[in-house]
């Protein structure tokens, strides 16, 4: 069974840091891409970051260039999303999503799904 896990959502103060992590199992991880998307209410699902995880290569969309880094740990089945300098923009629910291989920003492209984790971000 494909499961896809989100933790280290909560609250934090405009340019504080938290760190999202996403463990996968049910599938041969390094033959995956990571996405991390973001959903605020009344708003569209967005791609925050992908990453493929067997080479590395990595896509930021432009309003987390600079304060957001994703990055993968194959032995655990693990992406992480390290947030800094956070802003009230940044609130919203957090999902981690799986497609095969190449990275997409585009949340239709990708099959598998996690719960999501609320990120709250106050001024």
């Known amino acids: 069974e494909v499961q896809l896990v989100e933790s280290g959502g909560g609250l934090v103060q405009a340019g504080g840091s938290l760190r999202l992590s996403c463990a996968a199992s049910?599938?041969?991880?390094?033959?995956?891409?990571i996405g991390w998307f973001r959903q605020a209410p009344g708003k569209e699902r967005e791609g925050v970051s992908c990453i493929r995880t067997n080479i590395g290569t990595t896509y930021y969309a432009d309003s987390v260039k600079g304060r957001f880094t994703i990055s993968s740990d194959n032995a655990k089945n693990t992406v992480y999303l390290q947030m800094n300098s956070l802003k009230p923009e940044d609130t919203a629910v957090y999902y981690c999503a799986a497609r095969p291989w190449y990275i997409s920003e585009d949340w239709w492209e990708y099959h598998y799904w996690g719960q999501g984790t609320q990120v709250t971000v106050s001024s």
């Open positions: 049910g599938f041969t991880f390094d033959h995956y891409a």
